[in-house]
């Protein structure tokens, strides 16, 4: 739930969190990586919606 400019805002704050956990990600316990990587997709999905 967007609103215009705050879209292309959230969209570039979740490409940041996506590079910064490819980064950080391989340190990261499974269960927990599987987690944010659910919680990004959702994002997404509703970025796109």
Known sequence: ???G???A???RALA????????????????IKARRLVMMKAARTRLTE
């Open 5 to 7: 400019n705050d879209r």
């Open 16 to 31: 940041t969190a996506e590079t910064h956990y490819a980064k950080i990600g391989e340190a990261l316990p499974a269960p």
């Open 1 to 3: 739930r967007f609103a």
């Open 9 to 11: 805002g959230a969209a």
